[in-house]
């Protein structure tokens, strides 16, 4: 059964510093991976989909890369800002199941 | 932009009451997903459909049943509610295959008295 782990739970930085978040999972029998981000008693929001066909994938300040063969995908924030403080989650896709999630990194950027 | 609606967004009920929560979603999405999240921790998937008239039970046992009548809509409904319920509890959908990607709605928040 597919697990998940999110190093470091938690992460407090000032605002400016460039930051990345660390993803494992235990079974790369994937199609892709999805990062979210999830707001105090809100939804998530998708930031990044990577295809396991893909090594990277870009979003305005966000990049996401994918290592499939050793269980391992980064979220790299640049020039983390306030508003980028939530909960940010992976999710790695298999075939036959939902998405599997871990229980996230909740990042603090302060001003 | 991915359009999934949650109604409501806030509940608060007594023991014993039936509800059903909402969820819509505007795409014509094939796949729906319910997941349950406690304060602080992982999403579990509860129930999901991969279309109308199907539905299944997902990995975390739980005591709510749902229906798929229409494609868009996909219902979640507890019979008798209980202070165990109470928990945040998120919608989501996906189009045709395992490579696409998949939106969440905003959630509806219950707690049982």
């Known amino acids: 059964k597919q697990e998940v782990t999110q190093i470091p739970a938690a992460l407090s930085v000032p605002e400016g510093e460039n930051l990345v978040l660390n993803c494992s999972f235990t079974?790369?029998?994937?199609?892709?991976l999805q990062w979210f981000r999830q707001d105090p008693g809100k939804g998530l929001t998708s930031l990044l989909l990577?295809?396991?066909?893909?090594r990277e994938q870009t979003s305005g300040r966000l990049n996401a890369s994918l290592d499939k063969s050793s269980g391992r995908s980064t979220l790299y924030i640049a020039a983390s800002q306030p508003g980028d403080s939530a909960t940010y989650l992976c999710?790695?896709?298999?075939?036959?199941?939902?998405?599997?999630f871990g229980k996230g990194t909740t990042l603090s950027v302060s001003s | 932009e991915a359009d999934i609606y949650q109604t409501p967004r806030y509940l608060v009920i007594g023991t014993g009451k039936k509800i059903t929560l909402e969820c819509s979603q505007t795409?014509?999405?094939?796949?729906m997903y319910w997941y349950q999240q406690d304060p602080g921790m992982e999403l579990h998937l509860i129930h999901y459909?991969?279309?109308?008239?199907?539905?299944e039970k997902g990995d975390l046992s739980s005591e709510s049943t749902v229906s798929r009548i229409r494609t868009e809509h996909f219902p979640l409904t507890l019979e008798s509610a209980r202070p165990s319920h109470t928990s945040q509890y998120l919608c989501?959908?996906?189009?045709?295959?395992?490579?696409?990607?998949?939106?969440f709605g905003p959630g509806t928040r219950l707690t049982v008295l």
């Open positions: 989501a959908s996906r189009s045709g295959g395992y490579y696409n990607e998949q939106f």
């Open positions: 079974d790369s029998a994937i199609y892709n």
């Open positions: 990577i295809q396991s066909s893909q």
């Open positions: 999710a790695p896709n298999q075939a036959g199941t939902a998405l599997i």
């Open positions: 795409m014509g999405h094939d796949k």
């Open positions: 459909s991969y279309g109308v008239n199907s539905t």
